[in-house]
């Protein structure tokens, strides 16, 4: 299994920038992909962006193309997501998760550790 931790989240103005990490243990080993998903209250859980584990290989939603980047440390096994011009329909909660399937996919089936989320608020 893997364990993953969510940190960085917060209350930022809009035009503000977070910076989101995930800390990843256990069998990372077996892991090809991580993805950063969101859901705010009474919606959809919503794919962000998600990146290989090795080749750093990413896929964006549409909405968060040009003002979000993920990216990782192998070494530390940290997955980043930074949020840039941030708007306040950004406001939720943010999950990482993780997949074993050989593919970046961008539906929250496909990942199967999941971990607890951090509160990302956007003030307009």
């Known amino acids: 299994q893997v364990q993953l931790v969510e940190s960085g989240g917060g209350l930022v103005q809009a035009g503000g920038s977070l910076r989101l990490s995930c800390a990843a243990s256990g069998r990372t080993s077996s892991r090809y992909a991580v993805g950063w998903f969101r859901q705010a209250p009474g919606k959809e859980r919503e794919f962000v962006a998600a990146i290989s584990w090795s080749a750093g290989t990413t896929n964006y939603a549409d909405s968060v193309k040009g003002r979000f980047t993920i990216s990782r440390d192998n070494a530390k096994n940290v997955f980043y997501l930074q949020m840039n011009s941030l708007k306040p329909e950004d406001t939720a909660v943010y999950y990482c998760?993780?997949?074993?399937?050989?593919?970046?996919?961008?539906?929250?089936?496909?990942?199967?550790?999941w971990g607890q989320g951090t509160q990302v608020t956007v003030s307009s």
């Open positions: 998760a993780s997949t074993s399937l050989p593919r970046i996919g961008s539906t929250s089936w496909e990942y199967d550790s």
